[in-house]
């Protein structure tokens, strides 16, 4: 049965939030969902990873971070450093679905979830971090030009206590935590991955349930890089994931070597490139897939890859195909990274961020990094 009216709903503003996008999309595929897959993309996105996105998602859809057609345009030309929070509200303008599931490009499903879409507008699970406030990486909504145009003029007028848009919708649905329990998904909806640390044991009693992952905070999986050899994400010294956060990272990386990176290498065929590097760069962000290709190196034909299918489950292939594909991707490419360079913010924009209260705190203002740097001062 396939449900052509409802649809999850996902956000990237640029290529690097592309390829969690496309995992996200390709999670939603392997499980089978009934739903229609739909991303919400801005202008800076390019047309090659569009094309790409087109081939996971039944719909693309541009959007522009502000419309000068909206009332409160003006108003909200006072907040540009809201632009990306209000591009996540667009979701609401879908209005030719009738009720939908926004997921953050930064979560992934470990089994199918379509019996979300039985729950109402507004729901959504709680944030580890305040439990009051739901966390805005999982919700159910519907779509309505009325609640837009609600949205944006609460964005105008009252702005967002955290800077994004978690702030802003737990200000907006303010009754979530104590109206309607129905509305409350459980946290197994929107795991996220480092609260695996704050409740160990019942992470182990109940997380084999989890059904969807969220890899909320800085470090992102695209972050990391992965040897398709050992099948591992490999770890820099400076961090210390939880076992189970590596098996979630691999996990992501598992589904995009496996479904992602041959449509990557589809484009760059079309595009008769035959570098060893695929770029997308725009605004100081450059996306860079870097293969180590024995093929490229002597001029030996490369192998094709096999069909792409939407069945990546590991257990759903038998251990002498999976070993051939294993060798076949591990032949062409060794170690798989996306790399991009953040334009580097002012000592000013920094100091007005602390300032404001929007200190980085899993990356450079994390606690260990401060008292680092106070230790270092010290002594
Ligand atoms: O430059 C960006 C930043 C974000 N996004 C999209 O917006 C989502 C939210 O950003 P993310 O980096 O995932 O934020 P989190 O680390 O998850 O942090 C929290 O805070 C955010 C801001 O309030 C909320 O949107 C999240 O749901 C909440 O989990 C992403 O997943 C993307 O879909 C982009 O497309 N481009
Ligand atoms: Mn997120």
């Given at each position: 049965?396939?449900?052509?009216?409802?649809?999850?709903?996902?956000?990237?503003?640029?290529?690097?939030?592309?390829?969690?996008?496309?995992?996200?999309?390709?999670?939603?595929?392997?499980?089978?969902?009934?739903?229609?897959?739909?991303?919400?993309?801005?202008?800076?996105?390019?047309?090659?990873?569009?094309?790409?996105?087109?081939?996971?998602?039944?719909?693309?859809?541009?959007?522009?971070?502000?419309?000068?057609?909206?009332?409160?345009?003006?108003?909200?030309?006072?907040?540009?450093?809201?632009?990306?929070?209000?591009?996540?509200?667009?979701?609401?303008?879908?209005?030719?679905?009738?009720?939908?599931?926004?997921?953050?490009?930064?979560?992934?499903?470990?089994?199918?979830?379509?019996?979300?879409?039985?729950?109402?507008?507004?729901?959504?699970?709680?944030?580890?971090?305040?439990?009051?406030?739901?966390?805005?990486?999982?919700?159910?909504?519907?779509?309505?030009?009325?609640?837009?145009?609600?949205?944006?003029?609460?964005?105008?007028?009252?702005?967002?206590?955290?800077?994004?848009?978690?702030?802003?919708?737990?200000?907006?649905?303010?009754?979530?935590?104590?109206?309607?329990?129905?509305?409350?998904?459980?946290?197994?909806?929107?795991?996220?991955?480092?609260?695996?640390?704050?409740?160990?044991?019942?992470?182990?009693?109940?997380?084999?349930?989890?059904?969807?992952?969220?890899?909320?905070?800085?470090?992102?999986?695209?972050?990391?890089?992965?040897?398709?050899?050992?099948?591992?994400?490999?770890?820099?010294?400076?961090?210390?994931?939880?076992?189970?956060?590596?098996?979630?990272?691999?996990?992501?990386?598992?589904?995009?070597?496996?479904?992602?990176?041959?449509?990557?290498?589809?484009?760059?065929?079309?595009?008769?490139?035959?570098?060893?590097?695929?770029?997308?760069?725009?605004?100081?962000?450059?996306?860079?897939?870097?293969?180590?290709?024995?093929?490229?190196?002597?001029?030996?034909?490369?192998?094709?890859?096999?069909?792409?299918?939407?069945?990546?489950?590991?257990?759903?292939?038998?251990?002498?195909?999976?070993?051939?594909?294993?060798?076949?991707?591990?032949?062409s490419i060794s170690e798989l990274s996306i790399h991009f360079i953040p334009a580097k913010p002012s000592p000013e924009d920094e100091r007005r961020k602390w300032e404001?209260?929007?200190?980085?705190?899993?990356?450079?203002?994390?606690?260990?990094?401060?008292?680092?740097?106070?230790?270092?001062?010290?002594?």
């Amino acid at each position: 049965m396939s449900v052509t009216d409802q649809a999850f709903v996902t956000l990237a503003t640029d290529d690097v939030y592309c390829q969690g996008a496309l995992v996200l999309g390709q999670s939603l595929r392997n499980h089978k969902t009934s739903r229609k897959l739909a991303v919400l993309i801005t202008p800076e996105v390019s047309s090659g990873m569009r094309s790409v996105l087109s081939s996971v998602f039944d719909e693309v859809i541009e959007v522009s971070v502000l419309d000068s057609a909206d009332s409160v345009h003006l108003a909200l030309m006072q907040r540009p450093e809201l632009g990306v929070t209000f591009t996540k509200l667009r979701c609401w303008t879908l209005t030719h679905y009738s009720k939908c599931v926004f997921m953050d490009a930064d979560t992934l499903v470990l089994c199918n979830v379509d019996e979300l879409f039985d729950r109402e507008e507004f729901s959504a699970a709680p944030d580890s971090g305040w439990p009051d406030c739901f966390n805005s990486g999982v919700f159910v909504f519907r779509p309505s030009l009325k609640t837009y145009r609600l949205l944006l003029q609460f964005a105008a007028e009252h702005g967002s206590f955290d800077g994004g848009d978690q702030g802003l919708l737990n200000s907006f649905f303010s009754n979530w935590a104590t109206a309607d329990i129905g509305k409350h998904l459980p946290f197994l909806y929107n795991l996220s991955s480092s609260s695996v640390y704050t409740y160990v044991p019942a992470f182990n009693h109940f997380g084999r349930d989890a059904k969807v992952v969220h890899f909320l905070g800085a470090t992102k999986p695209w972050n990391y890089k992965y040897n398709l050899q050992t099948k591992r994400v490999m770890q820099d010294d400076t961090t210390a994931e939880s076992f189970h956060q590596l098996s979630f990272l691999a996990l992501w990386w598992n589904i995009y070597s496996a479904s992602i990176l041959p449509l990557l290498e589809k484009l760059q065929k079309m595009e008769e490139s035959e570098s060893e590097e695929c770029k997308h760069s725009f605004n100081g962000v450059e996306v860079t897939l870097k293969k180590v290709s024995p093929y490229v190196a002597s001029s030996l034909p490369k192998p094709e890859l096999p069909e792409q299918t939407n069945d990546v489950n590991p257990s759903a292939r038998s251990p002498e195909e999976l070993a051939s594909r294993a060798n076949e991707v591990a032949h062409s490419i060794s170690e798989l990274s996306i790399h991009f360079i953040p334009a580097k913010p002012s000592p000013e924009d920094e100091r007005r961020k602390w300032e404001e209260g929007r200190m980085d705190y899993m990356g450079k203002d994390a606690f260990e990094h401060i008292k680092k740097k106070l230790d270092a001062f010290l002594h």
